[in-house]
């Protein structure tokens, strides 16, 4: 829900997140070990970018509260005066006509008999499509997926929005409630500190200690919080950046160190405050970097600017791609070649739902309002 001009620097941080996600999910289908990336790098190099993409959710659950709180803040001049039907309307029209369009997707792909999108029980219990669908629309995919396992392979990204929308129905509740930024702060502290404590409580439990709703709503809580004080803070350009760079050390590290499962109790609230302070640095300065006129990062913004429709829609490219091409007949480098295709398949049907459906349905539907 964006005011205004697009903050370039976000978008740029969107589009790293996103390209982790897809890398993560590429690795699971096809595994690289046998391709040149792990001879040039070493296996264990290439696995150690994979396997956290989990990461870059955690980085868009960040994102998503910024972006949330400081367009609530813009928009009804403080969070104590928010429109809770607008809010619940702006979020109908960014979030509802995507979701629809992939759950219709994957629906006719099922019934039309192709494995892939077809319901499983990888827990032993059959779910029904009836059951997928209305976790979907009710944003309880993450529970499903506690309970089940992943039931439904391009569905289960819904795990993440999931948590979101459920953080976003009682956004502008709380915000009269609580009606001052203090009493907000401390309530979103409070979810902070619960976040390490129940995913600690759950270690061994997948369901639990990633996908739960307390397991993620520190990161969106972070977010929240770096919103409502970025504007009490006059960070120097030079500090801003210094504080970045610290940042980006400390979150390369962290994602590399180990796998989430290992490092994920502390390791979330981490990736989670440096992003935050990445989203600091970019409220000092908006605009990306340049050299020449020219954006260094304009790949990294253009991803990001389409990760919604990207993270939605990229398990539907690659499940016709593991139809077409089954893993256990792809080896070596035509691995590399598919992870190209991937990319470039992904980006332009994201883009394509983006520029001809989503944008125009979230425009009409907020009746001329700045698209999201």
Same mark, same amino acid.
């Given at each position: ?37 792990? @001879? ?8 150690? !970018? ?6 870059? %959710? ?67 219990? $059959?779910?029904?499509?009836?059951? !997928? ?9 993450? %529970? ?13 990204? +819904? ?8 953080? #976003?129905?009682?956004? $502008? ?51 929240? =919080?770096?919103?409502?004080?970025? @504007? ?12 970045? =760079? ?8 962290? #994602?590399? !160190? ?25 409220? =000092? ?5 340049? %050299? ?15 990760? #919604? ?34 990319? !470039? ?10 520029? +001809?459906?989503?944008? $125009? ?12």
């Amino acid at each position: 829900m964006t005011v205004g001009q697009r903050n370039s620097r976000i978008d740029v941080i969107r589009g790293v997140s996103i390209l982790l996600v897809l890398f993560h999910h590429f690795n699971i289908a096809y595994r690289l070990n046998d391709t040149w990336l792990a @001879k040039a790098f070493g296996w264990e190099a290439v696995r150690a !970018v994979a396997r956290n993409g989990n990461y870059g %959710v955690t980085m868009f659950f960040v994102i998503s509260g910024y972006l949330i709180t400081s367009n609530a803040q813009h928009r009804w001049s403080g969070l104590s005066g928010i429109n809770a039907r607008a809010f619940y309307r702006l979020r109908v029209a960014r979030i509802i006509p995507c979701l629809l369009l992939l759950l219709g997707t994957v629906n006719l792909l099922a019934l039309a008999g192709v494995a892939i999108f077809q319901n499983h029980a990888p827990g032993g219990t $059959p779910v029904s499509f009836w059951l !997928v669908n209305l976790a979907s629309l009710t944003f309880w995919m993450n %529970v499903l997926v506690g309970l089940h396992g992943w039931v439904n392979y391009p569905l289960g990204v +819904l795990w993440s929005l999931s948590v979101e929308e459920v953080f #976003y129905l009682f956004f $502008p509740i709380l915000c009269l409630i609580l009606k001052r930024e203090s009493r907000l702060l401390v309530f979103w502290a409070a979810i902070i500190v619960i976040g390490p404590f129940y995913r600690f409580v759950h270690q061994g439990d997948e369901g639990g200690f990633l996908y739960a709703y307390f397991a993620s709503f520190d990161g969106i809580a972070i977010g929240c =919080c770096t919103a409502v004080l970025a @504007k009490r803070m006059a960070l120097r350009a030079r500090a801003a950046t210094l504080l970045q =760079c610290i940042a980006v050390v400390a979150m390369t590290f962290l #994602y590399l !160190v180990g796998p989430i499962a290992e490092t994920n109790v502390l390791g979330v609230t981490g990736m989670a405050s440096g992003t935050a302070v990445l989203l600091l640095g970019a409220y =000092c300065r908006p605009a990306a970097p340049g %050299v020449g006129g020219v954006r260094v990062l304009l790949g990294f913004e253009w991803f990001g600017r389409i990760s #919604y429709e990207l993270y939605l829609f990229h398990l539907i490219v690659l499940g016709a791609m593991r139809t077409m091409w089954p893993p256990r007949i792809v080896d070596g480098d035509t691995k590399l070649l598919l992870f190209a295709g991937f990319l !470039v398949l992904s980006a332009a049907l994201s883009a394509s739902i983006a520029r +001809l459906y989503s944008e $125009p349905l979230n425009r009409r539907i907020r009746h001329g309002r700045t698209a999201a």
